[in-house]
């Protein structure tokens, strides 16, 4: 709760203009990736301005000098009319070519950011996802992202605005330097309305992906765990809580329609109808002493309207602008956070060849703050199985987290093989070290590709065998399509013992010289617990394991136990020597055999 007031208050805060034109530089180097795309559009864009500045001139010209003769013959007016025709063929098969290749670098531009920001999203530590909701990094990288897209649209109205205001400015004052001014003098007002629009707005569209992100987050949070929604009858909280966010954010958009009305297309064209007017009154004023040709007149609305329709245009995609810019920093809050995962100091050419593990002096605190594990020292031989025991919060998993890298600790050595853990190459670790969680997760696919992990080099010989080590070949083969038995999301069609099974598969088909096993046995039936340890038991000639256990009867044959308790190490030694000195192992296991 206190992260998402932070994050809210962060929110609150209005960007400034300044911090506005760096978020836009930043966006417009990932476009600048593909700039070949927008090289040439915006050449066509800028050819299009030129088209849109001849052809009112032509026709002017036309109706000043052919038109009004009496003896202008059929073959003159048709020859105008095919030279005007040409050109609006032309200017159209320009527009094409802007508009396409605009929206190829933009649709590139932003696929190129999503696999950054993916990719950004794997190099981070688990402290950031323990901080950040899910639904609200799926928001930024979805949403967010997607509203990107419409973003570049506006920057693309910007660079044929740009084109649009120049060429209808050096028209106008070629034509009638007065007239030209007059029109001139709306743009003042119209760069003020934009300042006022984007100060306004920038709020509101802050509230607005603020507001979105909560409802992904909560809808999240309800889709994950609606069988504990149900069970607890919080059906009627968590639809009353979805309202509200949704009303706030109904109220949001309410607030950015009622500001778009009034300051976008509206007014843009009452100030192109007063600029309109100004100009024709005086046109007709000076009749009296100086005729103005009728082609004059055209011509110059056509500049008024080639002038403030662009600008209309961008105005009415303002909202996309700011909305834009919100997105851009929420995308970029991720970009540029620096809570990577654990760096390592790694040394080419080091192997982990026996597994021999050593904890010196170890301290470890998830905050910075309050210490999980304070002094843990421990040495576990090449072969050997050390049992962890402890309460719930004694430190038991973060023993396990700090081994994996999956935090960094700030105390003590870690020695694998008599190197410091730190310098091993990631990938040594990750292939070396076997884990073994909890709670299994399968990905959406088939029994091979979740045992394999899409690994080339792992056959499917392989695949079976680790799976008839750990015994779980006895229900794949009963399965239709056996290895080829497709698996849904979460592989909820499998018992929790049989996702443990494959997930034990899953970790010893690499053949790890390090077993890691987070409570692994805690969720399975005592049947299904008997043909994991069956298997464990073959597992472990040759390698070291370290297993917390939850059951303590599955680790009575471990070489050595330790047992925590507030991060420290309380008691240590065989299961029979615990035992004998009648502490906390001794009455945590007296207290499971009584049940």
């Known amino acids: 709760m206190d992260n998402q007031n932070s994050n809210q208050s962060v929110w609150s805060q209005e960007i400034p203009v300044k911090e506005q034109l760096s978020i836009l530089k930043r966006l417009l180097h990932y476009v600048l990736y593909f700039k070949n795309e927008m090289i040439i559009a915006g050449v066509g864009a800028f050819l299009v301005s030129v088209i849109n500045m001849l052809l009112p001139y032509g026709l002017q010209y036309f109706l000043d000098n052919f038109l009004v003769k009496v003896n202008v013959t059929t073959q003159i007016i048709l020859f105008g009319g095919l030279l005007y025709a040409l050109g609006s063929v032309i200017k159209g098969c320009l527009q094409f070519t802007y508009e396409y290749f605009f929206s190829l670098g933009s649709e590139k531009s932003l696929e190129f950011l999503r696999v950054k920001l993916y990719q950004k999203l794997h190099q981070l530590g688990m402290r950031y996802f323990d901080q950040t909701p899910a639904g609200s990094i799926v928001s930024r990288v979805t949403n967010d992202t997607m509203t990107l897209s419409n973003f570049l649209t506006v920057l693309a109205s910007v660079v044929i605005s740009i084109f649009s205001v120049i060429s209808a400015l050096v028209a106008m004052f070629s034509t009638n330097v007065v007239a030209g001014c007059i029109v001139l003098a709306f743009l003042p007002i119209l760069l003020i309305i934009i300042w006022l629009y984007s100060r306004k707005s920038s709020k509101l569209y802050r509230n607005y992906r603020e507001n979105l992100s909560r409802i992904n987050t909560n809808l999240n949070e309800s889709i994950e765990g609606v069988s504990l929604i149900q069970q607890f009858k919080q059906e009627k909280r968590m639809g009353q809580y979805f309202e509200n966010e949704n009303f706030a954010l109904m109220k949001t958009r309410f607030s950015m329609i009622t500001l778009n009305s009034i300051l976008l297309s509206p007014l843009t064209s009452l100030l192109y109808s007063l600029a309109l007017a100004l100009t024709l009154m005086y046109f007709g004023y000076p009749l009296r002493q100086t005729f103005v040709p009728a082609g004059v007149v055209y011509a110059f609305s ?206 010893l088909v690499t053949d790890p010289k390090i077993l890691v096993l987070d409570e692994a046995t805690a969720n399975v039936d005592t049947e299904t617990e008997t043909l994991i340890q069956n298997g464990l038991k073959r597992l472990r000639q040759g390698r070291t394991t370290l297993a917390i256990a939850h059951r303590l009867s599955t680790i009575v044959d471990a070489d050595q136990i330790i047992v925590l308790d507030s991060g420290k190490i309380v008691e240590r030694g065989t299961h029979q020597q615990l035992l004998a000195q009648k502490g906390y192992y001794y009455n945590l296991y007296t207290l499971q055999n009584q049940k």
């Open 302 to 507: 056509q500049y008024i309207s080639q002038l403030f329709n662009p600008i209309s245009n961008l105005m009415d995609q303002m909202t996309f602008f700011q909305d834009g810019i919100v997105a851009g920093k929420r995308i970029f809050r991720i970009l540029d956070d620096t809570n990577y995962e654990p760096q390592q100091d790694e040394q080419l050419g080091l192997t982990i060849t026996k597994g021999k593990i050593e904890f010196k002096h170890v301290s470890f605190s998830y905050d910075g703050k309050n210490e999980i594990l304070h002094d843990i020292s421990f040495t576990v031989n090449p072969g050997q199985t050390l049992g962890i025991v402890g309460h719930t919060g004694s430190g038991k998993s973060s023993i396990i987290n700090v081994m994996m890298r999956f935090y960094e600790f700030y105390q003590g050595e870690i020695l694998i093989d008599g190197v410091d853990i730190k310098k091993y190459p990631k990938a040594e670790l990750r292939q070396k070290l076997g884990l073994v969680l909890q709670e299994p997760f399968m990905f959406y696919g088939d029994i091979n590709s979740n045992i394999r992990l899409y690994n080339a080099t792992i056959s499917d010989q392989q695949i079976k065998d680790a799976a008839k080590t750990v015994q779980a070949d006895e229900f794949i083969e009963k399965l239709p399509g056996k290895y080829k038995a497709k698996v849904g999301e979460g592989g909820d069609e499998f018992s929790q013992g049989q996702r443990q099974l494959i997930s034990f598969a899953r970790t």
